[in-house]
């Protein structure tokens, strides 16, 4: 252990292996350092793990109907109680979480690569490029994005898949503008200089060189997108325009215990909780996450 | 910018900018904004093109149903102008909402364009006091947190500014409705105002705090009030949470500039050092991001009329998504987006202008 | 008696291996007399100057033995206390106008505040005190430099801006914090005989910081020099050439000569002293 910590924190380290894992390491030990951001990756995790091990920990099924215990209060048998079907709120919360990160992952896999790709393009040929690409950017950056989602949504048709190309639509044009100002910065680097002398390809510098240069502006801006790709699908799927039922989404939840919010209010009330926590976790973790990748933004956004 | 006569003496560097320069200045701004907008306006144009007409694999079918005989389904289609060529239908369109016609909304069988000239006051109203709020609380609690960076009361600020972007809107609106209606009845429930009180106001402005002072109604004026009370406070607290974050960062960067410390050797009192020599930069930021904010808050109302029932332009957007009433939805997103747009710009502009740096 | 007594003086930063001190244990003794303080850049000169005022600011910590400024103790003064003293009796020239004028305020307000803040005046007298002290900073056509904004005005002409604000409340000791680095050579002499002349005909104290040596010595009665926070040699203003430490001299030997016949400037051979 210890020498591997030797090994990790070495000044001087000899393969590119080492050195990458080195860097990491120190990240790593500066974010833990941090107790919000502390708290926002053990929620992360945590996020993970119950989504991975969902049917294991939750009690009963998320969708099995139990009509003779409907509308049950909070207790140590229903943790957070039953919903108007008698289903356990806490099994569907848990349950949910699956549906949680697969939208949060998939926004980010197809939003984040296509940002990335038309910043990066922009920012490396500039002139005319740059322009036409920006001003679409410009345009998506200036429109409101919940609206949009709901006249893509409005479109598509309601479902899960299309909530989160709506919602990914809408997502990719930050990440293309700081793409596009890493890129220039980085343009009349002697280092990009020398690779083209070497008679490397537009492509391969883009994806080689350009492109990693960018991740780390990019990590810190997607975790603290995560709580508004949370918000705007549980706004949908509240809407009923995303997640379809039976599925256990929690925005969806939501809408079904508004009815009851008056008598019921847990119906309600603990879908919403797991959505405020699971969202401050990447608030927090992408706050701690600026200040040790990003310290010249310090508390903006 | 300046208005100093040539006589000055001007060393190395000193720029003397004729008097009338700044009116061109000011005219050149106006007309990029001009541009700019109406680039953006085309651009949104084209994107609701996009939704309405090229996304749905059949609008014809949307409109006539599947029982249609061949005859009626091609009648409907040539009516709907969907034989012409794509540019053409889209010069139509645009055309069509430049002179107003945003189309028929199935679900009120009435004109968009006057439904939405109905229900956007209400949305105005709604946000304008959220906005207020946020302004008003958020702003000294950020110059606060930055004065006393590192405290207690700069983590629970900081805490709260946080939870603005992590707590759904509708959510929060629930549990308030179920707190302070239904359980502690400080506050009205749902709507607008009480039924009884409805068609008593004639709209004038269509806003009703307005209508009913006018109108000389103290009794429906504080029904609205105690209505309007809790869903502004709401729009308000994600307000306050943006603008309290903004302002701090803002203020931060302020508080360690020399300036601040030649102010601090003059002997400036504390209170004018940090509202006049530190705020005073940031002023021209500040209004940027209140009509971010403002204009966020005309996109949060979606959520939040829903759930309070406000009969304001969110709501009746989301009326029209569960009908399937493309013309409302599309029409209700084109005025959202154009307001969302102008203000965005117009804080651009505003910015250029008011600093006087800016103005060389 | 003297004017300003310092004992011991201490600035200490916070870092990843516990503070670390920048000025360490600095004393020094001023009556109306012109001192300067002359060492290079980074050698804690200008934290020396505020922490004078009770201005470090956080992270940083000053601590002292004694700090006394006309029999007042500055130690013991709340920072209410402090603010009656600094501009009124006690001021500082700071170091760059292009930092350190505010930027979106009009000049002439700024100077008018410095007075606002210790003296109670009409509108009209304020604006005529403001209108003669530029004048006394020889800024022809002072009323019309007064409507500009510091971006409208040349470095040379915000530095006697600043000169201005600093003066206007007369205060006793006037700390001047490299008040003429930022400008061209051409102004530089201007600016000093200004602050020397102005400083003459008030009685005032004068703690001129420099790195320049030389600029020093012609303009201060008693020089200190001082290397990574301490003072390593003190002496009058005529005895420089006669200074013993090794740092000293490797500053005066640094400076270009009128003829030069060497052909590369020496290097301070920082290895004859232990100072680090
Ligand atoms: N805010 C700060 N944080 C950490 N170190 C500082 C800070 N301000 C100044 N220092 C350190 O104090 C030393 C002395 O600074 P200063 O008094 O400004 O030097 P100078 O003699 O050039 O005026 C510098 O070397 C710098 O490293
Ligand atoms: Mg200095």
New interface residues.
Partial sequence: MNSLQQWLSDESPETRWQASLGRSWRLLRMLMKNPLALLGSLIIIGLILIAAFAPWIAPQSPIGQDLGNRLLPPSSEHLMGTDELGRDIFSRVIHGSRITLLIVALVAIISAPLGLLIGAVSGYFGGWVDKLLMGITDVFLSMPKLILALAFVAALGPGIENAIIAIAITAWPVYARIARAETQTFRQSEFIAATQMLGASDTRIIVRHVLPLCTSSMIVRMTLDMAGIILTAAGLGFLGLGAQPPLPEWGAMISRGRTFILDQWWVATMPGIAIIVVSLGFCFLGDGLRDVLDPRHEGQR | MSSSPSSLPAPSGHVITPHHARWLVIVRKLLSFLFVVALTFLALLAVTFFIGRIIPIDPVLAVVGDRASNEVYEAARVAMGLDRPLPVQFFAYVGDVLSGDLGRSVSTNREVISDLARVFPATLEMATIGIIIGVLIGVPMGVFAASHQGSWVDHIIRMLALSGYAVPAFWLGLVGLALFYANLGWVAGPGRMDVYFEGLIEPVSGLLLVDSLLAGDTEVFWNAVSHIVLPALILGFFALAYIARMTRSFMLDQLSQEYITTARVKGVPGWRVLWVHAFLPIRVQLITVIGLSYAGLLEGSVMIETVFSWPGIGNYLTVALLNADMNAVLGATLVIGMVFIIINKLSDVLYGLLDPRSAR | MAMLELENLRVSFPSAEGPVDVVKGISLSLGRERLGIVGESGSGKSLTG?AI?K?I??PGIMRADRLEFEGIDLLSRS?RQM??????RL??V???PK???????RVGDQIA??LR??ERLRRRDVKARVIAMLEKVR???PE??A???P???????GQRV?IA??LI?KPDLLIADEPTSAL?VS?QATVLDLIDSLVTDNGMGLMLISHDLHLVARYCDRILVMNAGEVVEECAAGQLLQATHPYTQGLLAAVPQMVEDRDALPVIDRSRWSGT
């Fill in positions: 505020r005022l201005l600011n956080r920072e603010r009656h003293l600094r501009g009124a001021s500082m700071m170091q760059d930092f350190s004028l505010h930027p979106v305020m505040e410095a803040c210790h800024i022809n056509d019309a430099v409507r500009l904004y971006h409208q005005i040349s470095g040379g002409m600043m604000m600093m409340p061209d102004v």
